[in-house]
Nanobody
Framework: QVQLVESGGGLVQAGGSLRLSCAAS????????MGWFRQAPGKEREFVAV?????????YYGDFVKGRFTISRDNAKDTVFLQMNSLIPEDTAVYYC??????????????????WGQGTQVTVSS
């Protein structure tokens, strides 16, 4: 069972950037597809991004991303990243990374993911 630990959240002003990291305990990291979700208070968990299990593979993003975020991974370090630029207050949420061994068309549904990190808070001030 893979364990995931996020880091890199914090407080940033609107227009700023943050880079989230998610380190996996599993040394067979390349067996997993990795994704990012977020959850704002009172809202359902929302799909942010997903990437294939090899660096430079296909990526998918939530509609709200609009080119501002980039998911990437370093398989040598068992880590996936989420680079977030041009942040806006509406991006304020707890961000979670997730892992699953297979990628299906339900990748945007958080209930379809098997493993989760504890989350990292991102707060964007106006």
């Amino acid at each position: 069972q893979v364990q995931l630990v996020e880091s890199g959240g914090g407080l940033v002003q609107a227009g700023g950037s943050l880079r989230l990291s998610c380190a996996a305990s599993e040394h067979t990291f390349t067996n997993y597809f990795m994704g990012w979700f977020r959850q704002a208070p009172g809202k359902e968990r929302e799909f942010v991004a997903v990437g294939t299990n090899w660096s430079g593979g296909v990526t998918y993003y939530g509609d709200f991303v609009k080119g501002r975020f980039t998911i990437s991974r370093d398989n040598a370090k068992d880590t996936v990243f989420l680079q977030m630029n041009s942040l806006i207050p509406e991006d304020t949420a707890v961000y979670y990374c997730a892992a699953r061994p297979f990628l299906h068309t339900d990748y945007a549904q958080w209930k379809a993911w098997a493993y989760w990190g504890q989350g990292t808070q991102v707060t964007v001030s106006s």
